[in-house]
């Protein structure tokens, strides 16, 4: 007989992800921060796991227990909002206009850069206090709003210090290619230089990002700025991503397919050829589907024609102060069905094994399963068709990171009162 360390018990139903069934009236079991068993009551007796008197359990009172989510495109360190930009677009000012009026990732830019160290993590630690609470222990966040290499360098450092301090595990990429800044406007070559020549080298030297990532966008960067600057990224250990067919169809998707890109992130306007060639690259695709909806935009990403294909489909915030402010992954699975047309099972891997693998994390997030680590979410919800049915409101009861409660919901008082008997 083993003692768990950790057991969660009483779930309606144990989603494990990664293609497993869903195992109805399931447990978890846990020791040391690792999973032993995904299973029943009659399977964990009979592999011979016991509670004893130092294990730590955990009633899931009829709910749904998930792998603990990933969401695999942030943009969670910055200064200032766009609020303004918000209204200025209810009144008809499109993304492009606002770019290059000034707006945009130049205005958020320019309060970031003003910004010190330690004022970025007070602004940032409450976006991943948030996260967590939603159920998130792994994600991805990129730099990208400095724009100059003390600025960059500065943002990387900023997710390093919240990485060791902060429950949920992160993911570090280098986006000093999100958009030429306005002092370079008028000498793209010698931005893409910087990059290239500063920026990338420095990063590298100081182990401060896994990736690279390039914005392809007529706002942004060109295809073959994109490709100079990833060769190089890759040539340091960086491994490349994507921005691409936000806003139109620029070859965007075949472009990630050829650099061998482990991400072609938002992909609203990708075409056939485009997901044919993911598909044999083997490159996953993280959809945006919270920016679809706060951009207003009619184009959607082709999900079901991408999973249709065999790529890898996951759903990430996108959490960035000027096109999609929240910190909510539960919402996005409703809108992978909503807007995207996915079904629970897929909306629920979008966020979980699909995510993980869109990070480079596949083999150890995303995924209940023995001998992985022990990141799981209780949500107050009877079943994982239940969780994006329920849209808008904090299903998240308790969240485990390495075997450990990492936070749980206090209790909430009846607004009704004690009730009395008649």
Same mark, same amino acid.
């Given at each position: 007989?083993?003692?768990?360390?950790?057991?969660?018990?009483?779930?309606?139903?144990?989603?494990?992800?990664?293609?497993?069934?869903?195992?109805?009236?399931?447990?978890?079991?846990?020791?040391?921060?690792?999973?032993?068993?995904?299973?029943?009551?009659?399977?964990?007796?009979?592999?011979?796991?016991?509670?004893?008197?130092?294990?730590?359990?955990?009633?899931?009172?009829?709910?749904?227990?998930?792998?603990?989510?990933?969401?695999?495109?942030?943009?969670?360190?910055?200064?200032?909002?766009?609020?303004?930009?918000?209204?200025?677009?209810?009144?008809?000012?499109?993304?492009?206009?606002?770019?290059?009026?000034?707006?945009?990732?130049?205005?958020?830019?320019?309060?970031?850069?003003?910004?010190?160290?330690?004022?970025?993590?007070?602004?940032?630690?409450?976006?991943?206090?948030?996260?967590?609470?939603?159920?998130?222990?792994?994600?991805?966040?990129?730099?990208?709003?400095?724009?100059?290499?003390?600025?960059?360098?500065?943002?990387?450092?900023?997710?390093?210090?919240?990485?060791?301090?902060?429950?949920?595990?992160?993911?570090?990429?280098?986006?000093?290619?999100?958009?030429?800044?306005?002092?370079?406007?008028?000498?793209? *070559?010698?931005? !893409?230089?910087? +990059?290239?020549? =500063?920026? /990338?080298?420095?990063?590298?030297? $100081? @182990?401060?990002? #896994?990736?690279?990532?390039?914005?392809?966008?007529?706002?942004?960067?060109?295809?073959?700025?994109?490709?100079?600057?990833?060769?190089?990224?890759?040539?340091?250990?960086?491994?490349?991503?994507?921005?691409?067919?936000?806003?139109?169809?620029?070859?965007?998707?075949?472009? *990630?397919?050829? !650099?061998?890109? +482990?991400?072609? =992130?938002? /992909?609203?306007?990708?075409?056939? $050829? @485009?997901?044919? #060639?993911?598909?044999?690259?083997?490159?996953?695709?993280?959809?945006?589907?919270?920016?679809?909806?706060?951009?207003?935009?009619?184009?959607?990403?082709?999900?079901?024609?991408?999973?249709?294909?065999?790529?890898?489909?996951?759903?990430?915030?996108?959490?960035?102060?000027?096109?999609?402010?929240?910190?909510?992954?539960?919402?996005?699975?409703?809108?992978?069905?909503?807007?995207? @047309?996915?079904?629970?099972?897929?909306?629920?891997?979008?966020?979980?094994?699909?995510?993980?693998?869109?990070?480079?994390?596949?083999?150890?997030?995303?995924?209940?399963?023995?001998?992985?680590?022990?990141?799981?979410?209780?949500?107050?919800?009877?079943?994982?068709?239940?969780?994006?049915?329920?849209?808008?409101?904090?299903?998240?009861?308790?969240?485990?990171?390495?075997?450990?409660?990492?936070?749980?919901?206090?209790?909430?008082?009846?607004?009704?009162?004690?009730?009395?008997?008649?």
């Amino acid at each position: 007989m083993t003692t768990l360390s950790l057991l969660v018990r009483g779930a309606a139903e144990v989603f494990p992800s990664g293609g497993d069934p869903v195992i109805p009236k399931g447990v978890v079991g846990v020791i040391g921060g690792r999973v032993v068993h995904v299973g029943t009551a009659d399977t964990l007796a009979a592999a011979g796991l016991v509670v004893g008197p130092g294990t730590q359990v955990i009633d899931a009172e009829d709910g749904l227990v998930t792998p603990g989510l990933v969401d695999p495109h942030t943009h969670l360190v910055f200064a200032g909002d766009r609020a303004h930009e918000y209204a200025l677009r209810a009144h008809g000012a499109s993304y492009q206009e606002i770019a290059r009026a000034g707006g945009g990732i130049a205005h958020t830019m320019a309060m970031t850069r003003k910004a010190t160290e330690e004022e970025l993590i007070a602004l940032a630690a409450p976006r991943l206090d948030r996260l967590l609470r939603q159920g998130v222990t792994t994600a991805e966040v990129k730099s990208g709003y400095g724009l100059d290499l003390d600025s960059e360098l500065k943002l990387l450092r900023v997710i390093r210090r919240l990485d060791r301090a902060h429950p949920v595990d992160l993911v570090p990429t280098f986006l000093g290619a999100h958009v030429v800044p306005p002092e370079y406007r008028g000498d793209r *070559a010698r931005y !893409v230089n910087l +990059v290239v020549h =500063d920026m /990338l080298p420095e990063v590298a030297r $100081e @182990g401060l990002a #896994a990736f690279c990532d390039v914005f392809v966008e007529d706002t942004a960067f060109h295809p073959d700025e994109a490709v100079r600057i990833l060769r190089a990224a890759s040539a340091l250990g960086l491994k490349p991503k994507l921005h691409v067919d936000q806003l139109s169809d620029g070859g965007g998707a075949r472009l *990630a397919a050829s !650099v061998d890109a +482990v991400s072609a =992130d938002h /992909l609203e306007h990708a075409g056939v $050829e @485009g997901i044919r #060639a993911l598909a044999k690259a083997g490159t996953a695709a993280v959809l945006l589907p919270g920016a679809t909806l706060f951009l207003g935009q009619s184009a959607r990403p082709p999900a079901r024609a991408l999973l249709d294909a065999g790529v890898p489909v996951a759903l990430a915030t996108d959490c960035n102060p000027g096109t999609c402010p929240t910190e909510n992954l539960p919402l996005m699975l409703t809108l992978g069905m909503s807007l995207l @047309g996915l079904s629970p099972t897929e909306v629920l891997r979008g966020v979980t094994d699909h995510a993980a693998r869109a990070i480079g994390r596949g083999e150890v997030a995303g995924h209940l399963a023995a001998g992985r680590p022990a990141d799981l979410v209780v949500f107050d919800v009877p079943s994982h068709v239940h969780l994006p049915y329920h849209f808008g409101t904090h299903h998240a009861r308790v969240v485990v990171k390495h075997g450990q409660v990492a936070w749980r919901r206090p209790p909430e008082p009846s607004l009704l009162g004690p009730l009395c008997e008649a």
